[in-house]
T-cell receptor, first 112, second 112 residues
């Protein structure tokens, strides 16, 4: 069965510093991987996806993610964090039927 | 704003009452998904439609839950005889064939 794990419940970063939010996955076959962000009392916003091709994927708001097949990881990164990046981040994998299977989420807190 | 709308945004109901939620997708999107999100967790798949056909239902979807998408456009999710455990955020997402799903703002259900 497909699954996703986000090992950190919370990540704290100072504004201007690089950030990483970790995600590992378990799938049969080729993974289709996604990152979404959720602000309080809002739906999820799509950030980026990996389907095939370059292992470094660039997305919205300056975020990028690195697909690593050998480590079965898809970590979200940003070179310089903003206070406005503070939110809940979800990693997800798409199964064969098309539905998304989400990790439990990581709360990102960026302090000035 | 992703273009997916959900109504109502909030619903408070008493245990045992029936509730219905509506999702209006992006017009050209043929796939529509329902997810449920409880506090501190990632969204969990409930069911999905391709056009008007309901193609998959999660085991989470008890017989008190029913969903429809009568003309392949908007969708409704009904919960009969609500229980306190039904309290959650109900999210709708739609997609065409480009893999990423676009989420609505959600309907927050509170069962008292």
């Amino acid at each position: 069965a497909q699954s996703v794990a986000q090992p950190e419940d919370q990540v704290n970063v100072a504004e201007g510093n690089p950030l990483t939010v970790k995600c590992t996955y378990s799938v049969s076959g080729n993974p289709y991987l996604f990152w979404y962000v959720q602000y309080p009392n809002r739906g999820l916003q799509f950030l980026l996806k990996y389907i095939t091709g370059d292992n470094l994927v660039k997305g919205s708001y300056g975020f990028e993610a690195e697909f690593n097949k050998s480590q079965t990881s898809f970590h979200l990164k940003k070179p310089s964090a903003l206070v406005s990046d503070s939110a809940l981040y979800f990693c997800a994998v798409r199964d064969q039927g098309g539905k998304l299977i989400f990790g439990q989420g990581t709360e990102l807190s960026v302090k000035p | 704003d992703t273009g997916v709308s959900q109504n109502p945004r909030h619903k408070i109901t008493k245990r045992g009452q029936n509730v219905t939620f509506r999702c209006d997708p992006i017009s050209e999107h043929n796939r529509l998904y329902w997810y449920r999100q409880t506090l501190g967790q990632g969204p969990e798949f409930l069911t999905y439609f391709q056009n008007e056909a309901q193609l998959e239902k999660s085991r989470l979807l008890s017989d008190r839950f029913s969903a429809e998408r009568p003309k392949g456009s908007f969708s409704t999710l009904e919960i009969q005889r609500t229980e306190q455990g039904d309290s959650a955020m109900y999210l709708c997402a739609t997609t065409d064939s480009s893999y990423e799903q676009y989420f609505g703002p959600g309907t927050r259900l509170t069962v008292t």
